[in-house]
């Protein structure tokens, strides 16, 4: 990947070299310059030096030289020795020199007087003792000659001293330089920096704030919104990507929200419908009950249909209730040996009433033996039966719905085939989901919220097992099979059930505690006319008072009640009745935690609103727990 | 309208195409002499045109007069010798030396009649010696004077013309005379076995390129050009002296190719200003002085003396000695 990091690092380096090898240039430059010019700074205070010595020599020649007339000879000829030897030995040093071209002209032509000099002296000493016109003819000679020779040192000299002042002035101007180049690279590094700050914008910043845009865009839900840049091979290409791939997610999610949202919608329509419908035949019962002039049979129809449509609520609700569970995963399965053979048959029973009704034929092929499997019996009774209704609700009357068990491979292959009205292929992946259903018309005419094949799946799913959809089509019926793992081998036969205990049967004293008034005052009703004593209570202290008064045998008591919950009023009379009093929860909170945080608080056994009277009447009639576990032991 | 706007054009677009600096024209009072014909070189190699400078050449046989048209304004610089440059920065302090342009030792001689018996300078005494008087040939003959240890006073001095001191000898009129070439070949040629010839390589000769004050104020550049221009010919005479010599030869067609080889052999052509020069003036305006020639205030030679152009050009020609801040 090439990242942002690499892209920058690219002209960074490339600046820096530049920068460096500036620098390094300037420095190695300035080290030679300095190395040079110290150099030809030695070269012209060696020349200078020699020349000035060379002149001070000649003058104290010459000056010894022009005193001979006047002086004794033979104190000047040491002097002139040492002199000639001196100017001889610094000749030396000077030729020993790197001289110029033009220092060189001049040093040739000092040369060649120094020679004619040096004969001169010669012819001076020869004549110095007679003295005379000669020696002073060559004495002028001598201070023409001493003329040129100086003339000459005088050049030397200055040719070196004007060479030291372009020296002074070249470095002046190496400085003025160096402080240029100086400022320009400043300038250059501003310049520099200033781009690559700008370049890492354009690399970096404005891809971020693009995606900061963006981002914001969808924040006010302007799905969907891409970035730029997703083709970059850096770290902004990754991060683009990845943003765009978010942005895709968040569209199907809220695409599968919006489906949701509107399967919901969907969803409590139909429920309200559900609702409502059994609502209508159960208030017209109401009603006909009410009359006082009701016959016998139309009360008894009346009672019919509230049963039956309280039923059915009891069943919406419970379904509504498995499917949540499911999906929690909270559902429990109470598995024992049973034989599937046996559940089908007698849910097939169950619903032949139904199929008759609706002028559909039911027939049922079993295999000769049992199928047996660990399985709830009660759930497997609801998977059939959920298909069979699923069977009946989408098979026009004159039809045929076949339910076959047998087994295969070692697994019980449960078939329920109609000829109803088929489903499309692209249903068929589809008919397990919650609120799918077939024929939309078809399914709103016979009722249902959708969820029976649902709560087929997750109970068979449970179970281990797998449940198929088939279908030809359209109008060309349906199968649905089912494939249940069966038992490794035949049940034990199981235990006779225990008698029931002694003390169970017979009138009980009855205390009903619900803040609920009329269900209440009904429960209290179904009570008394199966021959019980029933007191009621519309609170918790209400309860405990009332117990207190008059100990009942048996409490039903609702959770929810106001100021003092069920579980605190179960608690109070625990405490005070011990294990002898049977307490039993009425509630609406029917969860698996609701269930046993009722008995945490002391209840011995939950029953979930809305009761069947059966199942009062047979809590009413069981010994509590205490009493059940001493008469076991 | 339409020939008149395409014509205007084209000159428009000659006049942009044309990127070459308008040129600058001087006038140069020169000496017609082999040792003076630097700047002639100069302009035979094309290192004026180079310059951008278009020389106007007025030639003299005599330094003085060339100096003479330079201070009457009808020139722009000069070439002479030394001698007259110093005789007429005496009457003129407007005049400014901005370099040398030869140096020689051998180009001014005492030509003497053999049959005059004069052995040496030693021997002029009593003698008859021709020169050119408020010339260079003055200085020579102060010089060989003292040489010889001669006083002044017993020479007989001859003033004339050369080609009246050639005469004069030829004639026997004059024991010796001072000439410069091409003067002293003539003689030397006339004389033929007769000739002898004296000279001292403690005489220099140098001539200078002179020019005026408000010249030098009002038009630097051009003089840098002239100098720059000059430089150049010292580079070709240094690199090619026998082509140097093909370059001059049409202007001396009076003198035989042995002569002019001759002559430019005793010549050393060089830009430069440097302390024997001025040694040389100061030396030579005592002895003038003290002859007499020169009357008046003494020039000051640190103003006619003028490095400051030559520096800028050629750096390392200047040699004066540094620390005075006039040079």
Redesign the interface.
Known sequence: MVTVGRRLLVPTTVLAAVACAALAYAAWSSAHQARTLERDARAVRTAISLAFALGDATHEEERWFLSLPRSPAGVHETRLDEAGARIAGLMRDVEALPL?A?VAD?WREYV??RA?QDALGDEIRRVAPEGG?PL??AL??WR??S??S???L??????Y???L??IVVELQARRARALWISAAAVVVGLLAAAALSLLAARAVVRPLEAIARTAERIAETSLPAEVAGAERPDEIGTLSRAFNRMTGRLVSANARLTEIDRRKDEFLGMLSHELRNPLAPIRSALHLLSHPAARPAQTRRALEVIGRQVDHLTRIVDDLLDVTRIARGKIELRRERIDLSEVVARTAEDYRDLLDDRRIALEVELPGGPLWADADPTRVAQVVGNLLSNAGKFTPPGGRVTVRADARGGRAVIRVVDTGVGMPPELLGRIFEPFVQADRSLARSAGGLGLGLSLVKGIVELHGGTVEARSAGPGAGSELVIELPLAAEEPVPLAAPSAAPAGAAGPRRVLIVDDNVDAAETLAELLRHAGHEVAVAHDGPGALAAARADPPDVVLCDIGLPGMSGYEVARALRRERGPGLLLVAVSGYAQPEDVDAALEAGFDRHLAKPPRPDEVERAVAAPPAGVRAGLDA | MRVASLIAAMALLAACGDRRPPRTRLVLASVRQPATALPLLAAASGCFAAEGLDLEERSFDLGRDALALLREGGADVAVAFETPVLQAAYADDRLRALTALHTSTRNTRLVVRASSGIRGF?DLGGRRIGLAPGTNADFFTD?AL????VPRDLVRLVHGAPAESIEGLAAGALDAAVLSDPAAQEAERRLGDDAQVFQT??Y?EISLLVTRDDVLAARPAALRALLRGLACGERRARADREGARARIRDRFPETGDAALAGQLERVRWGL?L???L??VLR?ERDALTAAGALRGDAPDLHQLVAPALL?QVA?????????DARW
């Open positions: 110029p033009r001049v060649a007087v004619a016109p002073e003819r002028d000679r023409l000659m003329f040129r100086e003339a000459l005088k050049d030397v000299s200055g040719y001293l004007r060479f002042d372009r | 030693y010089l003292r040489l010889g240890g390589d403690l220099v430069g440097d302390n024997v001025v040694d030396r520096e750096p390392e020609s200047v040699m004066l000695l540094p620390g």
